[in-house]
């Protein structure tokens, strides 16, 4: 498969080095210098770059027919504009907040315990999420998809960083070198404490998941999630 890489930071590098061990070619390396596109030679773009460049980057891709994934993070304000741009063009779309495998199956085992969690209104939920200092946006877009996990299985409304009103999630960010995510979904009642924890070792399981949600996606068109790539529930 011909992979464009849209960012060539951090997980640019580390999915070219996945996509290569499983025989697939990168024909584009974009980042923030890059001037011109031959969209032509593309199977599948990889679009893990910056909050303000995702969704331009997604656009583009979309436009010239070419199959996306976003594992950027903190451009959701758009991410609307990429599923109707990408049904009109009857085009192929996945975004994921967290592409590693442990991770999608912590997010259904945060659906799960949130279930179990929603009558005992004696525990309170928080979210922890810790990154390395580079990272641009807080919270992270895992934690928002853990909040979202939980909303959608409670009474809690919406999430919050740092102090959070009734029926908010409080999530706090924490800010410390080389850390590539740690999240940890902890309940507390004045008796006991109930905690979940994801920890990436690493930035691997991300890049495989990003190759391996590219490989699925190429000659179908939708809009997906990994659950589609992962057959989860
Ligand atoms: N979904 C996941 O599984 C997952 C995992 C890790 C990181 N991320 C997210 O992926 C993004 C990138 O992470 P990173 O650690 O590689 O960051 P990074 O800062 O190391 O790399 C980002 C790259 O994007 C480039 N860039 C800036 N503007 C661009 C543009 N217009 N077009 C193309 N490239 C442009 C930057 O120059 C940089 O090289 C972040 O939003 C991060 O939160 C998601
Ligand atoms: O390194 C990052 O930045 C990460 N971003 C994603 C997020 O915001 O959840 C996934 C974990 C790593």
């Not at 011109?36 to 010239?64: Q, R």
């Not at 999420?129 to 979202?148: F, N, R």
Request: glycine share 8%; net charge negative.
């Amino acid at each position: 498969m011909n992979i464009a890489l849209f960012g060539y930071g951090k997980m640019g590098k580390m999915i070219e080095q996945i996509a290569l061990k499983r025989n697939h070619t990168i024909v584009a390396k974009v980042d923030v210098d890059t001037t011109e596109i031959n969209y032509s030679e593309i199977d599948v773009a990889i679009d893990f770059s910056m909050p303000n460049a995702a969704y331009g980057n997604i656009k583009n891709c979309l436009e010239h027919n070419i199959p996306v994934i976003s594992g950027t993070t903190g451009w959701l304000q758009d991410y609307q504009n990429a599923v109707d741009l990408c049904k009109e063009k009857n085009g192929a779309f996945i975004y994921a907040s967290n592409f590693s495998l442990g991770v999608n199956l912590f997010f259904e085992l945060n659906s799960y315990l949130a279930k179990m969690m929603a009558p005992l209104k004696q525990y309170n939920v928080s979210m922890e999420e810790i990154h390395h200092t580079q990272k641009l946006d807080a919270p992270s877009g895992t934690a928002i998809t853990l909040a979202e996990g939980v909303i959608n299985e409670t009474d809690y409304t919406n999430w919050k960083l740092d102090e959070a009103g009734e029926q908010e999630i409080p999530i706090t960010a924490k800010r410390i070198a080389d850390t590539p995510g740690t999240h940890t979904v902890s309940y507390d009642s004045e008796v006991d404490g109930i905690e979940i924890k994801h920890t990436a070792h690493n930035r691997e399981g991300f890049a495989l998941g990003a190759v391996i949600a590219a490989e699925w996606i190429v000659g179908k068109s939708g809009v997906f999630t990994m659950k589609d790539v992962l057959n989860l529930s």
